[in-house]
C-alpha cells in the first residue's frame, strides 16, 4: 500500500530535521560538561597528568571537564564504561598502558568489551618512561654491570615491583627474560611500599614509571642507570637507554592519551585532538606536565591506535612469559 504524498514529505521532512540536528549538535560540541573517566586512583601518575591536561582543554572547550576516578580489574571497569557509552564525545576516557594493554590481557574472562573495537582513539598526549633504578649498595651502575652481576649470582638477586600484573612487574619480567637471568621477583602492595623497599636495600633493583622516582634520584637516595624507552628521554637525556646500554631491543615505558567510545563522529574527534593538542602546546601546561615527570608527546589517532597495538604485543609477551593468569 502506498503512503500519501504528503505523509511520504513529512517522513522525509523529518529525517533531514533530524539529521540537521545532529550535525549543529557535533558543531556546537560541547554544549554541557564532559565526563572523564581515569582508571586510577586520586594522585596517582595518570590522575596527576590528566587534571594538568583536561583543566586547560577545559578552558578551551568552554565546559567543565569532570574527573571521575573508577579503579578496579585492573582498570577495566573505567574502561567498560566509556566502551559501552554513548558516541557524543561526553563521555571518555584517559587511557593509560596498564588499563588499555596490561588489563585487558590478564582480566580476559571477565572483559565485556574489546580493546581495538570497542574505542576511537582521539590521540597520546604523554610519555612516562620506565626507570631502572637500584638501591645504592649494589655492586652495578649500568646494565651490563647488572646482568654480569645477576648471572654470577643466580636467584640472589631481589627485584622489586608494585605488584603483580602491575606495570613494573611486567616490564622488570621482559628485562629479566632478555637478559636471560634468573632473579627474585619481589611484589609490593603498590607503588609506595616498592619505592621504600628498594630504597632501604629489602629489594636491589627495579624498573618501573620514572615519576615515582624523580625525587628519590635526585636526592641521592637510589642510583638510576637507564631508561626504558626506544630514545632517551628529554627529562634525564644523560641517562642512555636500557636499549643501547646493555639491552638491544628492550623497550618498555608508559603512556596516556585520551579515547572515546566507538563510532564517535569524526567533528567530535577532531574537536578534542585540537584542543588536547593547544592544550599540550601551552608552555605553563607542558612545564607542569614536566614537573610531574611526564615527557608531552602528541600524536594522532592512528599513531595512538598503532602505539597500542604495538604495546599489546610486548606486554603480551611478559605476560605469558611471567605465565600471569587472573581469573
Request: aromatic share 6%; with cysteine.
Amino acid at each position: 500500500m502506498r503512503l500519501p504524498t504528503m505523509y511520504l514529505a513529512a517522513i522525509v521532512t523529518t529525517a533531514h530535521w533530524t539529521a540537521s540536528m545532529t550535525h549543529a549538535a557535533q558543531v556546537d560540541y560541547p554544549t554541557k560538561p564532559i565526563r572523564l573517566l581515569v582508571p586510577q586512583t586520586t594522585g596517582s601518575s595518570t590522575d596527576t597528568m590528566s587534571r594538568v591536561l583536561f583543566a586547560k582543554m577545559s578552558e578551551i572547550l568552554g565546559q567543565q571537564i569532570v574527573i571521575d576516578n573508577r579503579t578496579g580489574a585492573g582498570g577495566t571497569m573505567a574502561g567498560s564504561i566509556v566502551a559501552h557509552s554513548e558516541p557524543d564525545g561526553y563521555t571518555l576516557l584517559c587511557s593509560a598502558t596498564p588499563s588499555q594493554v596490561i588489563g585487558p590481557q590478564l582480566y580476559r574472562k571477565s572483559m565485556n568489551y574489546d580493546t581495538f573495537k570497542d574505542f576511537t582513539p582521539i590521540g597520546k598526549f604523554a610519555v612516562t618512561h620506565n626507570m631502572l633504578v637500584a638501591n645504592l649498595k649494589m655492586p652495578f651502575n649500568n646494565v651490563k654491570e647488572l646482568i654480569a652481576h645477576a648471572r654470577a649470582n643466580p636467584g640472589k638477586l631481589n627485584w622489586g615491583n608494585a605488584g603483580t600484573g602491575f606495570q613494573s612487574h611486567l616490564a622488570g619480567v621482559l628485562f629479566t627474560h632478555m637478559a636471560n637471568v634468573n632473579v627474585l621477583h619481589v611484589a609490593y602492595k603498590g607503588a609506595g611500599p616498592m619505592v621504600t623497599g628498594v630504597i632501604s636495600g629489602e629489594s636491589h633493583v627495579t624498573l618501573g614509571p620514572a615519576p615515582a622516582w624523580m625525587v628519590h634520584v635526585n636526592s641521592g637516595r637510589v642510583r638510576a642507570m637507564a631508561m626504558g624507552g626506544e630514545k632517551r628521554s628529554t627529562l634525564w637525556p644523560d641517562l642512555p637507554t636500557i636499549h643501547e646500554s646493555g639491552l638491544p631491543g628492550y623497550k618498555s615505558d608508559g603512556w596516556a592519551g585520551l579515547m572515546g567510545p566507538k563510532r564517535l563522529p569524526k567533528q567530535i574527534m577532531d574537536k578534542l585532538h585540537a584542543a588536547m593538542t593547544q592544550a599540550m602546546n601551552d608552555p605553563v601546561t607542558s612545564e607542569m606536565m614536566k614537573k610531574v615527570g611526564a615527557e608531552p608527546s602528541l600524536s594522532s589517532p592512528d599513531e595512538f591506535r598503532e602505539l597500542i597495538a604495538k604495546d599489546w604485543k610486548s606486554f603480551g609477551e611478559a605476560i605469558r612469559v611471567a605465565n600471569l593468569k587472573i581469573e
